[in-house]
């Protein structure tokens, strides 16, 4: 058998600049990358980049012109050749060349000055003018030329043609994957932006209110979650009381799906509870105007479930209203969980007709009560067991009474459980302990 390695070195410099221009992200360089190794395999020749994007009827601009030896214009000429900033011009042999989009050969070239070009045409005796096609249009064309007036056989213009039009998909590929790389930079920037203003949402630090104990944590899906919980003041309070006094509302609530557009909701529900809030210390009635709101709105199709409890410092009483959230558990003192009776109803936003009921609470000294979003209890493991209510109720069981140690247990719980399975949902907890309530025993 016989091996011909004649053309290996020809090969190892295709296959060179292959791999380069593969591992090379910008397209301008790709393509100056490829000149160079056509120039080096098959002699000096010259190149005139054209293009005919964006320009008016019977226009073009010229965005690289290389002579034989390879280098750009030096300048001489009135016309500027600057790749997207280049003039647009029109006339010219290529004015005439690019009339219709079909390759043009021309031999025994003789053109000693040129409108556009004036007199860089000169030295070159025959020229091959490509279409390269970006979609059904050929917007680009790359002007091969040589000084030989025979420099260019059939099968090196069929070459051409065929060579132009494959780079000319790589580099819009390239060019394509920049500007992705770009959007994608400037949504994540804009993401981040939006998680930070919801974060800013959260408690920095829970508030001090007489007869309770609080602790939270929040674990986001994504950059930016569609969880909310919050504690604030609730009717009207005069300006010289003390801050811990008055009725207080306690919520957890969970938009329908995750990420921005579900983000953007928590921020405008938010707003709404701390307007609401001023106005009323029912539970029950302040979800009700905040359904009527959230129903009104156009919201593409996303709902709200949450869950209110208020309490009462002055009249030591507690009460809470749900719509649609998942079941609350209470811990008694003795370590017994229960579900709170009375909850379930309608998601905010299904309809504005929707009415909630307040239920009121009736606690014991050291009672907690533990509230969550659906991203804890469906959580699932690598095997995709879900984390599920009752592992939740055995873990709410067994944690001490704290607050912070309900929710280090519940969390520690769950990391095991998902064995460093990717969360696929938003993680909200808050507990509550009554403590050291006047007039409990």
Known sequence: MYRDDSNQE???????????????????????????????????????SVSLRNVPPGHYRVMRFLNQKGSGIDGSHDIVFA????????????????????????????????????????????????????????????????????????????????????????????????????????????VDEIALIQKGLLPGAMPQIPGLRLAASYRYFDRAGGDLYDVFPMGERPEDASTASGTWGILIADVSGHGVASAVIVAMLSTLVGALAERTTDPGELLTRL?????????????????????DTANVSAAYACAGHNVPLRRSPDGVVNPLPGTGGIPLGITGAARYETVPLRFRQGDTILLYTDGVTESHAPSSELFGEARLEAVLAEAPGDPEAVIRAVSRSLEYHQAGTTQSDDQALLAITFDDVPGLE
Do not use: C
């Open 10 to 48: 020809r090969i190892a410099q295709l296959i060179e600049m292959f791999k380069t221009i593969n591992t090379d992200p910008d397209p301008v360089r790709s393509i100056s990358h490829y000149a160079g190794r056509m120039r080096q395999l098959y002699g000096e020749q010259g190149l005139i």
């Open 83 to 190: 790749g997207p900033d280049a003039p647009a011009v029109t006339g010219g042999i290529i004015g005439d060349l690019v009339q219709n989009e079909f390759p043009v050969v021309m031999r025994e070239l003789s053109i000693p000055d040129d409108p556009v070009l004036g007199n860089r045409l000169a030295p070159y005796r025959m020229l091959v003018a490509v279409p390269v096609y970006d979609g059904d249009a050929a917007l680009n064309w790359v002007i091969f030329l040589t000084v030989d007036p025979e420099g260019f056989s059939p099968f090196d213009i069929e070459t051409r043609i065929l060579q132009s039009n494959l780079m000319s998909g790589i580099t819009n590929i390239k060019r394509t994957n920049q500007e992705l790389v770009l959007a994608t930079e400037w949504i994540h920037r804009e």
């Open 291 to 311: 359904n009527r709101f959230i129903a009104a709105k156009a919201i593409n199709g996303n709902f709200v479930t949450a869950f209110l409890l208020t309490y």
